[in-house]
């Protein structure tokens, strides 16, 4: 169960937000919506303890999420704008440091994504679509009880939004947590809604 | 740590897949070095008298080369957020780019350092003392260079800023390293300047990866 109270976010000298507050109990999805600029994708880089709040506190099972950086970072697992997909690299070999920390199988999260037949193709020859789905693939390898989404469905076609819809049951359905940055409608259902701005 | 050694693998991983940048290091590393005789002439007493300085100074700038990609290109693609979130320390994850760079720049440019310095005719008896100056120097280089590197990350033109920054740290290391090669050349003990070496070795494997981790959490927010 993740548990915000009275977050706060100061970006330089402009006060993002204040006094938000939400509970994502377990299996449980928050879609953020708010305009441009409103300050979804820094309270997900503030949920994934990137970004340090002025002020409130973040609750993991009842316990202070960032009191250690690093066993936080280990139940997260975050999507933002940029894929941090290597052009040098194969699709495969993307995913290997990923799956060497969770020792999950790079295979079967390359095909949850419908990426069997590009594996070995460099990530330079992908379309941006599939670079996205790529980047998607990552969130089942890694294990991670809590998927912090930013625009995940940015660019993908329909076959692979009902593919990452299959993936966020499943991941819902072990107990996991979902949070998502959107402006589209995500093929998640019963969810909670949190206007920002 | 089996954690560091994944980290480590993907750094060797992504640096034998772009190994032009290594070649360009250690070529501009021997390039450079083999100015010197063009500029100030091939008598084998002026060159050898000026070899340590020439075969450091040049080690120094080579290394410095691939340092802005160092970070920068996994803070552009998003890479550094994933890295940060492996649920390494964010100086565990300094620690094993410094180590990387070591390994693709600063162990080519230790091997490279011996011939060069026959080629710039430097006297036998100091090439052993070079060497092993060179050994905690390059590592230094590495740790000291990308405490910089973090440091400068996301600073515009920070490419510009990173010499400035580094190679007054750098300067320690220069002073000693070619002072024991020095010291070896005309028949004195290079023992002081080794262990002055290893001393700031010691000093910065802790200090250089907790201060560039900071800087890296910092440049992530």
Same mark, same amino acid.
């Given at each position: ?46 949920? *994934? ?62 095909? *949850? ?66 949070? *998502? *940055? ?16 | ?28 590393? %021997? ?15 002026? %060159? ?35 890295? %940060?979130? /492996? ?54 280089? /590495? ?17 510009? %800023? ?60």
């Amino acid at each position: 169960m993740l548990k915000a109270e009275a977050l706060a976010v100061f970006r330089g000298e402009r006060l993002i937000f204040r006094d938000l507050s939400f509970t994502v109990p377990e299996g449980g999805a928050l879609v953020l919506a708010g305009a441009n600029g409103a300050g979804k994708s820094t309270l997900l880089r503030l949920l *994934a303890g990137l970004i340090r709040p002025i002020a409130g506190r973040l609750l993991w099972q009842d316990r202070d999420a960032f009191l250690d950086l690093a066993e936080h970072a280990g139940r997260v697992a975050y999507l933002g704008h940029h894929d941090a997909v290597k052009p040098g690299l194969t699709a495969a070999e993307n995913l290997r440091f990923t799956a060497a920390l969770s020792g999950g199988d790079a295979n079967a999260a390359l095909a *949850a994504m419908g990426l069997s037949d590009l594996t070995e193709l460099p990530a330079r020859m992908l379309s941006a679509g599939q670079k996205r789905r790529l980047a998607l693939a990552r969130l089942p390898l890694s294990n991670a009880a809590l998927w912090l989404l930013d625009e995940p469905t940015l660019g993908l076609d329909a076959a692979s939004i009902a593919r990452f819809g299959e993936l966020l049951t499943a991941h819902r359905a072990n107990g996991g947590l979902v949070i *998502a *940055a959107t402006h589209v409608p995500l093929p998640l259902t019963d969810v909670q809604a949190l206007r920002l701005g | 740590m089996s954690g560091f050694l994944a980290l480590l693998t993907r750094e060797m991983r992504l640096s034998l897949r772009h190994g032009a940048d290594t070649v360009a290091a250690l070529l501009f590393f %021997l390039l450079t070095a083999m100015l010197f005789p063009l500029a100030i002439g091939p008598e084998p007493e002026t %060159l050898g008298r000026l070899a340590p300085g020439i075969v450091w100074v040049c080690a120094l700038l080579a290394a410095l080369l691939p340092l802005d990609r160092l970070f920068g290109a996994d803070w552009e693609d998003g890479s550094l957020d994933h890295l %940060l979130l /492996s649920g390494q320390t964010s100086a565990a994850i300094a620690g094993a780019k410094a180590l990387s760079h070591w390994l693709v720049t600063g162990l080519p440019l230790l091997i490279a350092a011996a011939p060069l310095a026959i080629m710039l005719r430097m006297p036998e008896a100091a090439i052993p003392a070079l060497l092993a100056g060179l050994l905690p120097g390059t590592l230094l280089l /590495s740790l000291l260079g990308a405490t910089g590197a973090a440091i400068v990350l996301g600073a515009r033109r920070g490419g510009v %800023l990173l010499p400035l920054l580094v190679l007054p740290l750098a300067m320690p290391v220069l002073i000693f390293g070619v002072g024991a090669a020095d010291a070896a050349a005309t028949g004195l003990e290079s023992r002081p300047h080794l262990l002055l070496l290893a001393a700031m070795l010691a000093a910065a494997v802790p200090l250089c990866p907790l201060a560039s981790g900071a800087a890296l959490r910092g440049a992530a927010e």
